[in-house]
């Protein structure tokens, strides 16, 4: 079955990615895929440049070198040509500008309707400068399309279908557990300023489905009857499975766990194995893990990548992978000569 | 619960927690109205029963609970954006007076001739006075514009720096109006506006207090209610994960900046509206009715009442005012009046700083949350005191998950 899943078509293609701090190469040119519907892994021992290559993905940093697709827009990559966006904010006030310039030496603007030009070249630019702080995705393309490049920033990533949790958990504590849900799912609603100030029947629907949608979730994670507890105190391995459920909540087709096992109880990760095949079997999602328990490592990846100081040192099946020499020989050393 | 049968527990509470849902803001809504209106009778009752009637007149108690109810708008709005979003903002105040002096450019001749358009003096004073609704909304927005336009660029800083930039916002704003002296008259500001008018309200005046309190209650209890709203929403929740963790906000697909800018324009409208309202009451403005004391003040409102709980912020924002601004000039005369021993030596007014300063500092060591909490804030300030409460509740919830397995 594995390997029908790796022949799927990539969901994700990060080519040559790197990212350097300074003098330190973190990711060098790493080449990624991941097949639709795969669980693939990304292990690696500490300080291989796991979590940064994770961030890349995300939009939580930008590269130094290289791009990522996802569901072959691309998303991610060095800035390019962004001076020029700030020539096109400008422009449309400029010209305005130059009009009423044109007009006052004509003599035929003078005076109120001088003073509402005015005020029109400003709001005008009040509003490019609006566009360009709240980049929508619109806006996005149509720079795109022009060449003006700029990776996009983690919520546009979720909003595009990638959802993630984090190595130590960020939830927000002093929510319940549906809250926490909620707020995930905040990218599906649409409910606007407006609806919210009038209260608009199609909101009250919205919410009430999502609130519907959220106890499905938690049921999902196993977390039944939970809904109303803070988040800060559940028990750590419901806190895992509550960010998964958050994760979920914006119905992503990949999502990205980064270390979810970590600090979990063998029972707990036995849990969390089954939830995460689970998640890919029945809700056919597309899983990139990061993780260090090789069992889980092992037991659910269609595929492996190795990442040892910034390198991709290896890559296939878990069989090829534990194999591989140069894999043991980055998590164990060098052989003694 | 137990009477459907038919149902599986799921979906009878599904559909249980859909009606809640449904009915929530409408509650809300009619609890505010109701209350604001048991609320509103009281004081009015208040100002003309005994202890308070020595003290001083009742319509300068109906003023005064009028004034009050300036601030209480005000720290409504500031609510918004320091106890539900977590924006620290300083300059509160500038907002305020943006409000105030665009009512001041409509409504006044002076304002009129610098505008150009001659509204007062084509209406007269009568129908004039009409104009003060739609300035309400006129208000609002030019200070949310203001509030987009200061948020736009600074809204990438966090926490303290964010504090010291609408600091400096709240310092620019009312110099800029005292040193423009050829477009806003300077020290002495814009003098002469028109005072509201409503057909069937009575007239707005010095002499009769009460169109302004009527206004005043059904302002801040529509403020109040469209408050509820907001938080209750998709945007509310948004806020709150803002304020709790920026990074996982915007890792479940908020737009921290724009979510946040719009809780800096709303913040910044009501300030507005709260504006155009008091400078239509003191039929002046000038530039000394918005210095940092206002901002602080207002913040400390805020914080005394309990951050992010609207009702908390009123009472607290009335409480302050009414003990700053009434009940400590009142004292004086009262305690002169009844001739008591060692009260009546006191100046309360010379105190008023010092117990002011002390009620804030009691306040911060006993209840940090504030008078009234918002639940979680609560939680989020007693994090570290409630240490072998926490334990103690791991425990439980241990114990219960072990249940859960047999």
């Known amino acids: ?46 300080g291989a440049g796991k979590t940064t290559f994770f961030n890349v993905l995300l939009g939580v940093i ?23 966006e700030s020539l096109i904010w400008l422009m449309p006030a400029v010209v305005l500008g130059l009009i009423a310039a044109g007009g006052v030496a004509a003599g035929i603007l003078s005076g109120r309707l001088l ?54 958990i960020r939830l927000f504590k002093n929510m319940t557990a549906i809250e926490n849900v909620l707020v995930g799912m905040h990218p599906k609603l649409r409910s606007n300023l407006v609806s919210a100030l009038l209260n608009t029947k199609g909101m009250q629907h919205e919410e009430a489905a999502a609130l519907d949608r959220a106890q499905e979730l938690l ?77 889980v490592v092992m037991g659910i990846s269609d595929r492996i990548t190795v990442l040892d100081h910034g390198d991709k040192i290896a890559e296939g099946t878990p069989e090829e992978v534990r194999r591989d020499p140069k894999v043991i020989e980055a998590y164990l050393g060098a052989p003694a000569v | 619960m137990s009477v459907v049968t038919d149902l599986t527990p799921q979906a009878a509470g599904g559909g249980r927690k859909r009606a809640l849902q449904k009915t929530a803001s409408k509650h809300h809504s009619w609890t505010i109205v109701v209350g604001m209106a048991i609320v509103g ?86 129908v004039g006075g009409l104009v003060f609704w739609p300035m309400l909304l006129v208000g609002a927005l030019v200070a949310a514009t203001f509030g987009i336009l200061l948020g736009a660029p600074t809204l990438r800083l966090r926490g303290d720096y964010l504090a010291i930039v609408t600091l400096g916002f709240g310092e620019i704003v009312p110099i800029v109006f ?38 005043m209650l059904v302002l801040v209890t529509v403020i109040m209610i469209l408050c509820y709203r907001l938080v209750e929403s998709r945007l509310g929740r948004a806020w709150e994960a803002i304020r709790e963790d920026e990074l996982a906000a915007a890792a479940t697909g908020i737009n921290t900046v724009t979510t946040k800018l719009l809780a800096f324009a709303l913040g910044a409208s009501t300030a507005g509206i709260a504006g155009v309202f008091n400078a239509s009451k003191l039929v002046t403005v000038s530039p000394d009715q918005f210095t940092f004391i206002v901002s602080f003040t207002v913040l400390a409102m805020v914080v005394l009442g309990g951050m992010g709980n609207f009702w908390g912020v009123a009472v607290g924002a009335f409480t302050i005012y009414t003990i700053n601004n009434v009940l400590l000039k009142t004292l004086n005369e009262f305690f002169d009046r009844v001739s008591m021993p060692i009260l009546k030596d006191i100046n309360f007014i010379e105190l008023q700083f010092l117990l002011y300063g002390l009620a804030l500092v009691a306040m911060m060591l006993l209840r940090p949350e504030g008078l009234f909490p918002n639940s979680r804030r609560q939680r989020e300030l007693h994090t570290e005191m409630d240490e072998p409460g926490a334990d103690e509740l791991m425990g439980g919830d241990h114990e219960l998950e072990q249940e859960d397995m047999r």
């Open chain 1, 115 to 168: 003073a509402l030009v005015g005020l029109g070249v400003l709001m005008l630019l009040i509003g490019t400068l609006l566009l360009s702080v709240i980049r929508p995705v619109w806006y996005q393309k149509r720079l795109a399309r022009l060449g003006i490049f700029r990776s996009a920033r983690p919520n546009d990533m979720v909003g595009a279908g990638v959802g993630r949790t984090f190595q130590n």
């Open chain 1, 219 to 295: 049921a999902l994670v196993g977390l039944r009857g939970k809904g109303n507890e803070a988040a800060r105190n559940l028990p750590y391995g419901d806190q895992r499975r509550l960010e998964i459920a958050r994760a979920l909540a914006s119905d992503p087709k990949l999502l990205l766990l980064d270390e979810p096992a970590a600090g979990m109880n063998p029972k707990e990760t036995m849990n969390l194995v089954a939830l995460i095949s689970r998640l890919r079997n029945d809700l056919g999602l597309t899983i990139l893990l990061i993780e260090h328990d090789m069992k």
């Open chain 1, 1 to 46: 079955m594995s390997g029908n899943v790796l022949d799927n078509e990539p969901i994700l293609v990060a080519t040559q990615v790197t990212r350097r701090f300074g003098g330190l190469v973190a990711v060098n040119k790493v080449d990624f895929t991941i097949p639709e519907r795969s669980i693939v892994s990304l292990i690696g021992p500490n």
């Open chain 2, 178 to 215: 005292l040193n423009s002296d050829a477009v806003t008259n300077g020290t002495n500001g814009i003098g002469g506006l028109l005072r509201p008018a409503l057909p069937g309200m009575g007239s707005f005046s010095a002499i009769n207090p009460w169109p302004y309190y009527v206004t």
């Open chain 1, 62 to 84: 930008d590269p130094t070198d290289g791009a990522v697709d996802f569901l072959g827009r691309r998303m991610i990559a060095r800035p390019h040509r962004i001076v020029y």
């Open chain 2, 41 to 126: 009778t009281l004081l009015a009752v208040l100002a003309y029963i005994p202890p308070f009637t020595l003290a001083q007149p009742s319509n300068a108690w109906i003023d005064g609970f009028t004034n009050a109810g300036v601030f209480v708008m005000l720290a409504l709005g500031l609510n918004l954006v320091v106890g539900i979003a977590g924006l620290l903002d300083l300059g509160y105040a500038a907002f305020f007076a943006i409000g105030a002096y665009t009512y001041a450019y409509v409504a006044s001749p002076f304002g009129n001739s610098i505008i150009g358009i001659p509204i007062v003096e084509s209406l007269g004073s009568n």
